[in-house]
Nanobody, 129 residues
Framework: QVQLAESGGGSVQSGGSLRLSCAAS????????MGWFRQAPGKGREGVAG???????NYGDSVKGRFTISRDNTNNTLYLQMNSLKPEDTAMYYC???????????????????????WGRGTQVTVSS
């Protein structure tokens, strides 16, 4: 079992930045795929970014060039740096971990929620215009 705890959410104005953190505990492993997902009210869960144990990354189209995912394997922490935030980024953000990494045909971490086995409780991000 892996326990995940997100932090760093909050309220910012459009164009601002936030950095989310996700602390992993339990049977955490530096080889696991980790990811960030988000869910806005009335919408489905959307893949934001993913990273595998050697640093292969992938991003959702709506956040490319604005968000950066990274991990500190020494401290079992996952990060999401979010810049140039927009009101449409408003959502609950979830950290996730997978027992087995899944990749796209281009060897990018696949951003499907069904590929991830462990989930945090989420941290709210609200961006005002």
């Amino acid at each position: 079992q892996v326990q995940l705890a997100e932090s760093g959410g909050g309220s910012v104005q459009s164009g601002g930045s936030l950095r989310l953190s996700c602390a992993a505990s339990g049977h955490s492993s530096s080889s696991r795929c980790m990811g960030w997902f988000r869910q806005a009210p009335g919408k489905g869960r959307e893949g934001v970014a993913g990273i595998d144990g050697v640093g292969v990354k992938n991003y959702g189209d709506s956040v490319k060039g604005r968000f950066t995912i990274s991990r500190d394997n020494t401290n079992n922490t996952l990060y999401l740096q979010m810049n140039s935030l927009k009101p449409e980024d408003t959502a609950m953000y979830y950290c996730a971990a997978s027992d087995r990494c899944q990749y796209t045909e281009f060897y990018l971490v696949r951003l499907l929620s069904s590929d991830f086995d462990y989930w945090g409780r989420g941290t709210q991000v609200t961006v005002s215009s």
